[in-house]
């Protein structure tokens, strides 16, 4: 497991100012479209808020429970009261402040406590990043996400433009960079003996998330124009066969069943977006027809446009539109297949018969000996 540095607490405070922030400009623009008569809009962005903000809280507190059982403390009583008003992820970003100063300012200092290996100490540091970047991708899938598609949208169908829109986007777009990068350096960190998450496959698995995700959100943006009732048939379709291979899956991340339930549909929505590995398997197979998928499905919008809406080929908007969604597609798998072939882990550990890295966590038995995410990651 490597080392939580001062390079990873600064991050992790920028990440807490993005938070807050991020809670503002939904606010902000919410209040917009309401000052502008568009309350369904308004409301629509609101609902994005509370359902991630719900869910997260959900899991969070489920996490809490599971890491206070059986120790001698037990689970206080305040931390029930602190989700149940939202603020689960606060409690969460405070011990993440507290054992991460630790570890990356105090360890080889006097005031490190001598009752602490410096391994243990390392250890809770990378667990509750870990466990917050977790709940930092249902976040940018149930809310961020969504809420960058509706934007887009929005900046297609009507006219009118103003600055608090485009704020939203760049936001949107920024949330969804730091939460893919700030995950993938947490599964890193989660995996033993594996190489450091360097500056360029960072950039490389970031610009792969990045560009497939913007294609793909683009190409439903487009379907919405054209229809909203084929867009929510889609939407629903995706979904409905995302869950149904985490089904198949057999996956153990939560103790009870009902959490395992709403665990798999949370991964369902993901699917929608971006592809999300939930076992320790080989995934060349699943991420080709996903994306071999994703193509036909973008390629079809495109078709469907020339049959059904003619006319608006030979508007510029579209035209740009069009070329940036196929743009994106392209560079986003061109920088996948890189990114699979020259930087994953398993292109470290061929030889040693390694298992593949999992997005997904699937088993939280002895939580406190070797962490949620090397649970589900080297099953």
């Known amino acids: 497991m490597m080392k939580f540095t001062k390079q990873n607490f600064i ?58 059982e059986g120790t001698d403390t037990g689970k206080p009583k305040w931390i029930f009261l602190v989700h149940l008003f939202q603020c689960g992820i606060f409690i969460r970003y405070w011990f993440a402040l507290k054992y991460g100063c630790k570890a990356a300012f105090k360890q080889n200092s006097r005031d490190a406590s001598e009752t602490d290996p410096p391994n243990f100490i390392q250890k809770q540091a990378v667990d509750v990043v870990t466990d917050i970047n977790m709940l930092r991708v249902f976040k ?3 809310e961020t996400t969504p809420q960058l598609f509706v934007q887009i949208y929005i900046l297609m169908e009507h006219e009118k433009k103003n600055f608090c829109q485009y704020a939203a986007i760049i936001l949107s777009f920024c949330g969804i960079s730091f939460s893919m990068v700030d995950y993938q350096i947490s599964l890193r960190k989660s995996l033993p003996d594996k190489d450091e998450f360097r500056v360029l496959p960072k950039l490389v698995y970031l610009l792969y998330k990045l560009l497939t995700i913007t294609s793909w959100i683009l190409s439903i943006s487009l379907i919405t124009l054209l229809s909203v009732r084929s867009s929510v048939i889609l ?53 080709s027809i996903y994306y071999a998928t994703h193509t036909v499905v973008t390629l079809g919008i495109l078709f469907a446009y020339m049959f059904w809406k003619p006319s608006i080929i030979k508007e510029i908007h579209f035209t740009i539109v069009s070329i940036l969604t196929i743009l994106s597609l392209v560079l986003g798998i061109i ?26 966590e699937a088993g939280q038995k002895d939580r406190v000996k070797i962490g949620r995410f090397q649970n589900f990651i080297m099953q």
């Open 140 to 142: 940018t899938f149930l």
């Open 11 to 68: 991050f992790l405070v920028g990440g807490i100012i993005i938070y807050v922030v991020d809670i503002g400009v939904d606010f902000w623009v919410a209040s917009k479209y309401f000052c502008q008569g568009q309350y369904f809009w308004g409301i629509l962005l609101l609902c994005f808020r509370g359902l991630s903000s719900l869910i997260t809280q959900v899991f969070s507190y489920e996490w809490f429970k599971n890491d206070w």
């Open 235 to 287: 939407l629903i379709f995706l979904w409905i066969c995302g869950f149904t291979w985490t089904l198949k899956q057999h996956t153990t991340f939560c103790k009870s069943r009902k959490m395992e339930y709403l665990y798999r549909t949370v991964v369902g929505i993901i699917l929608i977006f971006t592809f999300f590995n939930i076992k320790g398997k080989k995934t060349k197979v699943c991420i």
């Open 335 to 360: 920088f996948l297949v890189v990114y699979y072939r020259h930087f994953h882990p398993t292109a470290y550990c061929r030889s040693q018969a390694c298992s593949d890295e999992v997005d997904g």
